[in-house]
């Protein structure tokens, strides 16, 4: 595609549901980032993947966060039970391999959760 | 652990007026500089990318600095306009172990009046 496409764009949800975010990143780009930018606050580094190798899961902030990326391209951000503070904008950023290292960033998904 | 601070947090301008955010970062050791503009509701958008053996990068109005020695990046935006209204974020990709990771500020928010 033209950009990262990212899905859904807004969800709203109940405390203790599990909500799927998806990432759509550019075609040929080999690492795939995602950030989390709550309200008033920089953003924050979730997850990182690059090609084959291990996803670097440093900034997941609980174990209720997982992400996978299934054919080196789609990923999936999974959040398990659902709290308040997990409220926020969830970004997704790719980048090529090449040595610039330029993000390009989706549009977001707005999460809420009631 | 690298932090990046932007100052001001918050600027408004008159349209016509030239003006310059600043970014500043702890850690010198940076693969590179990159200035995001993020209109509300939406993702980033990469504005200029430069590299850390650069010193600087334009793009039509804009110019964007880096002095790595001392921690310091500038953006300078030219002959503003109401639509440069936004906020302007900053992030660095460190050249050590996690060297794919950006730490981003939290961003001047820009508003230009006509």
């Known amino acids: 595609g033209a950009g990262v496409s990212q899905s859904p764009s807004n969800k709203v949800t109940e405390k203790g549901k599990d909500v799927e975010l998806r990432c759509d990143p550019i075609s040929g780009h080999t690492a795939l980032y995602w950030y989390r930018q709550s309200l008033g606050q920089g953003l924050e580094f979730l997850i990182y993947f690059q090609g084959n190798s291990a996803p670097d899961k440093s900034g997941l902030p609980s174990d209720r966060f997982s992400a996978e990326r299934t054919g080196g391209s789609v990923s999936t951000l999974t959040i398990q039970r659902t709290q308040q503070e997990d409220s926020a904008v969830y970004l997704c950023?790719?980048?090529?391999?090449?040595?610039?290292?330029?993000?390009?960033f989706g549009e977001g998904s707005r999460l809420t959760v009631l | 652990k690298q932090e990046v601070t932007q100052i001001p947090a918050a600027l408004s301008v008159p349209e016509g007026e030239n003006l310059v955010l600043n970014c500043s970062f702890t850690d010198s050791a940076i693969y590179n500089l990159q200035w995001f503009r993020q209109d509300p509701g939406k993702g980033l958008t990469s504005l200029l990318l430069i590299q850390s053996s650069q010193r600087e990068q334009t793009s039509g109005r804009l110019n964007a600095s880096l002095d790595k020695s001392s921690g310091r990046s500038t953006l300078y935006i030219a002959a503003s306009q109401p639509g440069d209204s936004a906020t302007y974020l900053c992030?660095?990709?460190?050249?050590?172990?996690?060297?794919?990771?950006?730490?981003f500020g939290k961003g001047t928010l820009l508003t230009v009046n006509p």
């Open positions: 992030a660095v990709k460190g050249s050590g172990g996690s060297n794919y990771k950006l730490t």
């Open positions: 950023a790719s980048r090529s391999d090449r040595a610039t290292g330029e993000l390009f």
